[in-house]
C-alpha cells in the first residue's frame, strides 16, 4: 500500500491493487492515538473507558462504513465486486489520513491561540466540572482575556482549513468510487454522493451510541 495525500490517486489505485488489512488497521488507529495524547498534553482527564470508546468507536466506524460502500458498490456493479472487501476497507483508510492531518492542526492551532490560563479555563468547560455560574465566567474570560481567539481572520483561516480537507476528502471518495465502479463521471459523482449523505448519518449514529 502506497499512503501519501500528496499523491491521492497512485495512493487510492495502490490500496485497490495491493490492500492490506494490518496497516490499514494501524492507519485508522494513528488519529485515535494522537488525539489522545493530544487531549492528554492538554491536561483533560482520561481514563481506560475513554481510550476504550475512542478505539472500539474508530474501528467500528472504519468497519462498517467500508461494509457500507461495498454494499451499495455491489449493488451497482454485482459480482465484479466479489473479493474486493479488502480493497474497499484498505482504500478507505486514507480518510483517517485525512482526519490526523486535521487534528494536528487543530492541536497546533489550540497552542498557538490560547495561553495557559485560557486552555485552564476551557478545562473546566470539557470536563463539566462547575456549575452554570462558573460555566458563565469561563466563557467571558476566555473571550476577554484571548480576543484574537475568536477574531474573524483567524476564524476564516480556520474555516478554510476544514472546508479544503472536506473538500480533499470528498475527492478520495470519488476516486474510490471511479476505480471501483467505473461508471463516468456523472454516475461516479452521483454514487459517491449517495455514499457521503450514507456515511455522514451512520457517522452521526456511531457518534450518538458511543
Do not use: H
Request: proline content about 3%; charged content about 10%; some cysteine.
Amino acid at each position: 500500500m502506497y499512503l501519501n495525500l500528496f499523491y491521492p490517486k497512485k495512493s487510492v489505485q495502490s490500496c485497490i491493487d495491493r490492500p492490506n488489512i494490518r496497516i490499514a488497521f494501524l492507519v485508522v488507529l494513528v488519529p485515535v492515538i494522537v488525539s489522545l495524547i493530544g487531549w492528554a498534553w492538554l491536561g483533560l482527564p482520561m481514563d481506560a473507558m475513554r481510550i476504550g470508546i475512542s478505539v472500539v468507536g474508530a474501528i467500528l466506524t472504519w468497519l462498517i462504513l467500508s461494509i457500507v460502500f461495498f454494499v451499495v458498490l455491489y449493488l451497482v456493479r454485482g459480482n465484479r465486486m466479489q473479493g474486493k472487501f479488502k480493497s474497499v476497507a484498505s482504500s478507505l483508510s486514507l480518510l483517517w489520513l485525512v482526519f490526523l492531518v486535521l487534528l494536528i492542526i487543530g492541536f497546533v492551532f489550540v497552542s498557538l491561540v490560547f495561553s495557559a490560563p485560557i486552555l485552564n479555563e476551557a478545562k473546566l468547560l470539557v470536563t463539566g466540572q462547575s456549575s452554570l455560574e462558573e460555566y458563565s465566567l469561563a466563557v467571558g474570560k476566555i473571550i476577554d482575556a484571548n480576543p484574537q481567539a475568536i477574531s474573524l481572520e483567524i476564524g476564516a483561516i480556520g474555516v478554510l482549513i476544514v472546508a479544503l480537507l472536506i473538500l480533499f476528502s470528498f475527492y478520495l471518495a470519488y476516486l474510490m468510487v471511479r476505480d471501483f465502479y467505473e461508471g463516468g463521471f456523472i454516475k461516479n459523482f452521483i454514487v459517491t454522493i449517495i455514499l457521503l449523505v450514507l456515511w455522514m448519518y451512520i457517522g452521526n449514529w456511531l457518534f450518538v451510541l458511543l
